[in-house]
């Protein structure tokens, strides 16, 4: 059979269509994938994002709840060593007044020796005074010890128990550590003050 030069040419123009469209066909479909070939992809992006959310949150969890765990540990640490603090200056307290039940006639000196030993054990002290109760029929004789063991520049004051009034009982600071800067505790009457009177007699009244 014999093809001639016009049949040959159409055929040539039908094989190059048909190769045209085929190229464009396979452009598109390779440029432009159909979108439920993305869906999976999305899916697994969105499950990781969901994950790395859900670990961020625990972790931040995990972090309160140690340092949670930490203040509170900390915060009892810190009330034990406040109240054992607390109970050896009660205990030091209450050795001063039994030293002063079993001696009522400790001297000044006495007093300082006692109280220098103490500072060396408690640093924080600041500063520490005893208060005597005196009925009044015993205040000429007490006045007078006091007197005699007073600092020299207070020893010939005439206001040595201030302020001065008339009364049945008196309560009389009689030592006063450290002396520096308390020089006018020595002989302060406090029923002058009666917020101080008051909590010195809960202290007495309670033991």
């Not at 995990?62 to 406040?82: N, Q």
């Not at 001696?103 to 006692?114: K, M, N, Q, S």
């Not at 550590?177 to 029923?191: K, V, Y």
């Amino acid at each position: 059979m014999f093809v001639t030069g016009s049949a040959m040419a159409g055929v040539k123009d039908v094989i190059l269509c048909s190769s045209l469209d085929t190229f464009h066909t396979m452009v598109a479909t390779s440029s432009h994938p159909p979108f439920r070939s993305w869906l999976p992809g999305i899916a697994v992006a969105a499950a990781g994002l969901v994950v790395s959310a859900g670990l961020v949150q625990q972790q931040r969890g995990v972090a309160d709840r140690l340092a949670h765990t930490r203040l509170t540990e900390a915060a009892h640490s810190a009330t034990e060593a406040v109240a054992g603090r607390m109970a050896a200056y009660t205990e030091m307290v209450t050795s001063l007044r039994d030293l002063l039940v079993v001696h009522p006639a400790l001297t000044r000196a006495e007093f300082d020796r006692v109280m220098a030993a103490h500072a060396q054990r408690y640093p924080e002290l600041r500063s520490l005074s005893f208060v005597r109760w005196v009925p009044a029929r015993e205040l000429p004789a007490f006045e007078a010890r006091l007197r005699a063991e007073a600092p020299p520049e207070r020893k010939d004051a005439a206001d040595l128990i201030h302020p001065r009034s008339e009364r049945q009982d008196y309560y009389i600071n009689e030592f006063a550590w450290p002396h520096e800067g308390n020089e006018r505790l020595i002989g302060l009457e406090i029923s002058s003050q009666p917020a101080n009177l008051a909590a010195l007699l809960a202290g007495r009244d309670s033991g």
